[in-house]
């Protein structure tokens, strides 16, 4: 098929960034790496994208293969754009930068019209079904690979053409991304594991509070089960005496402690105790 051959080579070089974008650039770091720890680096990149290279539309798709689905982003989020949007999945086998990309591993900056001419691509239909009804020309895109997930940024304009600046600066920020990204499936990762990993119980006994803090032996296991979080009943329950028996026992524990509370009090047997 034509969309899958290079209609002509994309523009190759070093990236020289000018004063002005590396500033750009500088000034949208902070925004992008926070976003590792909110978990939205798709947000991230779109508000990134948008700010920093024009154009009448800006989307950004991950592609998770592990967990079999795909989220977009789009900035305006038109219900339009969102519309015809599975047109431009049903035709992405004529979506050439893809080809390119399959033949040479490559995720630059690619558009459109580095492949094919304006002629040709009116005849797809990825154009008829999805670049024509939202008013776009080109498309210029980005590609990130992690493992077998995918994300891709991407700007779309009316007109035809970007600058070697353009890409340039979206390059430079591919690195940034890539880096955002990995940190974010990291802290996710951690998260899910702390979250699914069971609560050790804190191996402590009640002989240094006696010694420590001149308590009694029921009194120093009443202190050690309420510094757990343990409620009146509950530390009742465990010693086998009543809640009313319990709470006598706290008001003579904050006496000798100089506290006024339970949260109080059980800070100075943590300190007592230490962290297991």
């Known amino acids: 098929m034509q969309a899958t051959r290079v209609h002509s080579s994309p523009a190759r070089g070093p990236a020289r960034l000018s004063s002005e974008s590396l500033q750009a650039l500088q000034a949208a770091l902070p925004a992008l790496y926070a976003s590792s720890e909110t978990g939205d680096p798709a947000g991230a990149f779109l508000s990134v994208v948008s700010e920093l290279i024009p154009g009448e539309s800006h989307g950004v798709v991950v592609r998770e293969q592990s967990q079999e689905r795909r989220q977009v982003a789009l900035r305006p989020a038109s219900v339009d754009h969102e519309r015809l949007l599975p047109a ?8 050439a930068p893809s080809d390119y990309r399959k033949l040479t591993g490559s995720g630059e900056a690619l558009a459109l019209s580095d492949f094919i001419a304006t002629p040709s691509l009116h005849r797809l239909a990825i154009y008829g079904d999805y670049y024509r009804p939202i008013g776009v020309a080109d498309d210029l895109s980005v590609n990130l690979r992690r493992g077998e997930d995918v994300i891709c940024v991407a700007v779309l304009r009316r007109k035809r053409g970007f600058r070697r600046d353009e890409r340039d600066l979206f390059n430079a920020l591919c690195p940034h991304f890539r880096q955002a990204w990995s940190l974010s ?19 402590w006994v009640p002989d240094p509070l006696e010694q420590g803090l001149g308590l009694t032996a029921r009194e120093a296991e009443v202190l050690m089960w309420v510094a757990q979080g343990k409620t009146n009943p509950e530390v ?15 008001e003579r524990i904050f006496a000798k402690l100089g506290v006024e509370t339970r949260h109080a009090a059980g800070l100075k047997a943590i300190q007592v105790l230490g962290l297991p």
């Open 185 to 203: 499936r990291m802290i996710r990762d951690l998260r899910r594991k702390a979250e699914a990993a069971p609560i050790p119980v804190r191996e």
């Open 236 to 250: 009742g329950g465990i010693l086998g005496i009543r809640p009313y028996t319990v709470r006598t026992h706290l």
């Open 88 to 95: 431009f999945f049903a035709h992405f086998s004529e979506f």
